[in-house]
């Protein structure tokens, strides 16, 4: 069955680059109907929508974040990765992965979860 | 960015109870729109897709409905596992925005 699974530090210093890969398991990330997706979760907040990748390499980020963020692909690996530069608190929180499904006739949606991996921005 | 407005925030419920989650767009996102459900310490779990489409595997006492800015997330005789948090996103603009949640709470 699909499984994806983060990893990385759980602890990054301030104005440090927090790295985290996903790892997916059961389909392949180069499968032209999938984009690969980075969300997080605040603590006591709501979700935040990272950006995604696609096979091809192209990607999408949210502005609120596109200056600081990278994403990438190693598809003899089956993984996908994020980086996060310049780190404050703010940056605190759950990372989850996600694969989003998009149909042929446009409908979208996260179908497959990581468990998430706490990372804490401190020194 | 669409801005995703979830109403009411809380609420407090009993089991068998009928519950209603709103969700507003703030601007037109016609049908694309997903439904989560999340527990505490674990990863949100898709319920619906394109306003009302069912993910495989859901009970089918969850439903949405809505097209445009509006949109609703019935769970039609609430259940004891059913206690969690709600979500919604908008999928038809990038950043795919997150609503603020819905807290379901045992009354």
């Known amino acids: 069955q699909v499984q994806l699974q983060e990893s990385g530090p759980g602890l990054v210093a301030p104005s440090q680059t927090l790295s985290l890969t996903c790892t997916v398991s059961?389909?392949?990330?180069?499968?032209?109907?999938?984009?690969w997706t980075w969300i997080r979760h605040h603590p006591g907040k709501g979700l935040e929508w990272i950006g995604n990748i696609y096979y091809r390499g192209t990607s999408y980020y949210n502005p609120s974040l596109e200056s600081r963020i990278t994403m990438s692909l190693d598809t003899s690996k089956n993984q996908f990765s994020l980086n996060v530069n310049s780190v404050t608190a703010a940056d605190t929180a759950v990372y989850y992965c996600?694969?989003?499904?998009?149909?042929?006739?446009?409908?979208?949606?996260?179908?497959?979860w990581g468990q998430g991996t706490l990372v804490t921005v401190s020194s | 960015d669409i801005q995703m407005t979830q109403s009411p925030s809380s609420v407090s419920a009993s089991v068998g109870d009928r519950v209603t989650i709103t969700c507003r767009a703030s601007q037109g996102i016609t049908s694309w729109l997903a439904w989560y459900q999340q527990k505490p310490g674990k990863a949100p779990k898709l319920l619906i897709y394109a306003a009302s489409s069912l993910q495989s595997g859901v009970p089918s006492r969850f439903s949405g409905r809505g097209s445009g800015t509006d949109f609703t997330l019935t769970i039609s005789s609430l259940q004891p596992e059913d206690f969690a948090t709600y979500y919604c996103q908008q999928t038809n603009t990038f950043p795919h925005t997150f609503g603020g949640g819905t807290k379901v709470e045992i009354k």
């Open positions: 996600a694969r989003d499904q998009v149909a042929n006739w446009g409908a979208r949606r996260l179908d497959y």
């Open positions: 059961g389909t392949s990330i180069t499968s032209g109907s999938f984009h």
